[in-house]
């Protein structure tokens, strides 16, 4: 199993960028995907992206291509997302979640180890 905190979230005017980041503790060799994802108040958590741990191959929500990059640095044991062009929409708790199986990588129920969160708040 791993451990993992999430980094960076914050207040951001419309248009604005942040970049969150997560660590990564622990267990790191069982981990074949690395995710974010994100929970407005009163929705369900939702896939924003996601990293394969060793192949670097990424995946996004439709709506967010274009404007975040996830990306890991396995040196560090750190994966971030870097999010451009933010949009009150966008205003969450934005979690990391690792994923051992290899598949399900868009799914929250493919992730079984969790962050705390860290909020995002885009003004408009």
């Known amino acids: 199993q791993v451990q993992l905190a999430e980094f960076g979230g914050g207040l951001v005017q419309a248009g604005g960028s942040l970049r969150l980041s997560c660590e990564v503790s622990?267990?790191?060799?069982?981990?074949?995907?690395m995710g974010w994802f994100r929970q407005a108040p009163g929705k369900e958590r939702e896939f924003v992206a996601s990293?394969?741990?060793?192949?670097?191959?990424?995946a996004y929500a439709e709506s967010e291509k274009g404007r975040f990059t996830i990306s890991r640095d396995n040196a560090k044991n750190t994966v971030y997302l870097q999010m451009n062009s933010l949009k009150p929409e966008d205003t969450a708790v934005y979690y990391c979640?690792?994923?051992?199986?290899?598949?399900?990588?868009?799914?929250?129920?493919?992730?079984?180890?969790w962050g705390q969160g860290t909020q995002v708040t885009v003004s408009s």
């Open positions: 979640a690792a994923n051992y199986l290899g598949w399900r990588f868009r799914e929250k129920d493919g992730y079984p180890a």
């Open positions: 622990g267990r790191t060799a069982t981990v074949k995907y």
């Open positions: 990293v394969n741990w060793n192949a670097g191959v990424t």
